[in-house]
């Protein structure tokens, strides 16, 4: 896999080399995510093999994968695994690791809400996330500059009020971030959502009160129906 080039003229995403670099890199002055691009040596797809659930999604925990290192083909990924985890816990960050086919469907909502829909991440108080897809399809991002909420969509706009069933008011914009409506997006025109690719270990801004940049918009990549295991970090 080819290291990790961001979009042509786009200035939100920084790439950097390391760890160190990841995590001091600030998430401001525009930039709204880091990646520390990587080609990991190590069989990653025996071990998502190895723990695929028949349906939706299990967490791995650190024993089972040690119990997994005694097999010398996968204790390069092994120690990856671990060391990423490890790394963000030193920094007070509770890091999962997951191995899934899919994960819950909105399919029946009035504006899905689901992790398929390009979204933001939101917190009441400062955070960020952490995401590395190590095997099967990755996690997708949308320039902020391609995405239009979806809540500015007449169309979409004019559902959700329906169910609100009141006026186009301070209640409402209450209601929609209270359901988390706010915080979904469409691609406009012409929009070319990017892959963060597989190894990549991104840092993403959230949106919480006083966040100096636009959070990053991104997306749980649909492999429906084939639904490979996905062997995927999120902190
Ligand atoms: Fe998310």
Redesign the pocket.
Known sequence: MPPFVPPSGYHRIRVVASFAELVATPLADGVNAVCWARELPGDFDAIARHFAPDQDRRTIDDDELQELATEPALQLAIETLLADQRHLRELGHRPQLDCLRDYPRDADAVLPTD?YSF?Q?SATVPTE?FLCSYTGAASEGLRNDEAIPQVELPPVRARLLTEFGGDDDADFAAWLREHHYDLHHAMRPGAQPFSFGLGNLWRLAVRYPGCPVPACI?RAPDTAPLRPPRLLLIS
Request: glycine share 0%.
């Open positions: 992790v979204h991440d996330t991104h």
